[in-house]
């Protein structure tokens, strides 16, 4: 499910996808998807725009998944990461919908039981939001901290969250 090559700038289409939580960025490099992003870049980044089959698939099950009819995504994922990112990002596809997991739950859960910290830097630098679903990782307390996504992070965290009747 998850690949660890690096794709080429070449290989990568991108399209645009409207949401109740604003415009994302939705890319894949012809071996899986390889990013989700919060806000569209409409300048040239020498990515081409090109709703491929898997962009449509994609955009086809992010639009179950916010009418709250899709609860996992089943999509080829195309991710590079460290060592340590990769085992985050594995744990993050493993908290079931609908369900929360604080840091120091996750670092416990891929052997690190200290790294809370470096958990919280690998959800920041995860690749495809909301696919690899970072924003069910709350603090320790219960508290909506450190989603990454642009402006109005926390709403959108919240968002997500109570869409998945976690909060």
Known sequence: MMKK???TILNKKRCRVE??????ELMEDGKGIC???FGYERQENGIPEEETPLLLEAKKQLAAYFA?????????LSIDGTEFQ?????ALLDIPYG???SYGEIAKAIGCPRGSRAVGMANRNNPIAIIIPCHRVIGSDGSLTGYAGKNKALDIKEYLL???GAL
């Open 5 to 7: 090559e690096v794709p």
């Open 19 to 24: 949401t109740p939580i604003g415009e994302l």
């Open 35 to 37: 990013g989700l992003s």
């Open 68 to 76: 709250g009819e899709r609860r996992v995504f089943e999509l080829p």
């Open 86 to 90: 990769m085992r985050d990002w594995k």
């Open 99 to 101: 369900e929360t997991r």
């Open 162 to 164: 109570k869409l998945e």
